[in-house]
């Protein structure tokens, strides 16, 4: 099985030459090319962010499947974290065995691949924090969440960590409720319209670097306005190959896909 072969590969990383990895006899390209960068510099394509790892290919959020991120070529491996601090979308839902964020962290620390760690509950920030300093990813890591208080206690942890306000909190339940698609299209579309205008108050009050958007949210506008005010734009979750392309075009700094190596094909180098 897919799943099992990764997690095989998972303990078997190795540096093969400068900034060039191998995981189970496959080099993948580092991030320490260029130092890591939640902007997008000129020239260059947006981070390919592997959601919750290659989950198409194994488990989401296990070891096998940040091993499938790392050999997929993904710059970026997502991961969420729990109030118990193990690795999964939420405590209900954790697998028997979830492997803890240490572990997580571990693996991806080794691989040159940078961190994007999803804060599923409040009061975590420090040992969050703490657990990147361990691993020293401080240099090549994002902190998201949908609260900004805890955005802003990230600041007092360590002010070195970019941070990211993931928006809507609620995702419209684009993804959850069966609204008719019509209704779901034109709260989407009324959300994005007034979002450039609400960019300085949640800029303000979450002190983000990132705001990391459900892809119903992306327009040029948006990232436009983003962009002037320093804020990198993250688009969430895109499997589609033509809208990946399309948000590149319009200067979205990060892609999160379940499907790294697919969209990594289609962005290129």
């Not at 592997?50 to 488990?59: D, E, I, K, M």
């Not at 589609?240 to 399309?246: G, H, N, T």
């Amino acid at each position: 099985m897919a799943a099992e072969r990764f997690a095989d590969r998972a303990m078997s990383l190795s540096l093969v030459d400068s900034g060039r990895w191998e995981v189970g006899g496959m080099q993948t390209a580092g991030m320490d090319q260029l130092p890591f960068s939640v902007h997008r510099r000129p020239n260059t394509r947006p981070l390919v962010i592997a959601h919750r790892g290659a989950c198409l290919v194994a488990p989401p959020n296990s070891l096998a499947a940040f091993a499938a991120a790392i050999e997929a070529g993904a710059d970026v491996a997502e991961l969420d974290v729990t109030a118990s601090l193990r690795v999964g979308h939420s405590e209900a839902e954790l697998a028997s065995d979830a492997p803890t964020l240490d572990e997580v962290l571990a693996l991806l620390a080794a691989s040159g691949v940078a961190v994007h760690v999803d804060m599923k509950a409040e009061g975590i920030e420090r040992a969050v924090v703490a657990a990147l300093m361990q691993h020293d990813l401080v240099g090549r890591s994002v902190v998201s969440t949908t609260w900004p208080a805890s955005l802003r206690r990230l600041v007092h942890s360590n002010p070195d960590v970019p941070r990211a306000l993931g928006y809507p909190r609620d995702r419209l339940s684009v993804s959850r409720l069966h609204w008719p698609r019509a209704v779901t299209r034109v709260g989407a579309a009324a959300l994005r319209s007034v979002l450039p205008v609400r960019l300085p108050v949640l800029a303000a009050i979450s002190r983000a670097d990132v705001l990391a958007l459900h892809h119903s949210m992306i327009s040029p506008k948006v990232v436009l306005a983003a962009h002037r005010r320093g804020i990198a734009v993250f688009a969430w979750t895109v499997n589609d190959p033509v809208v990946a392309s399309r948000f590149a075009a319009i200067g979205v700094d990060g892609i999160v896909t379940d499907d790294p190596a697919g969209i990594r094909v289609v962005l290129g180098e």
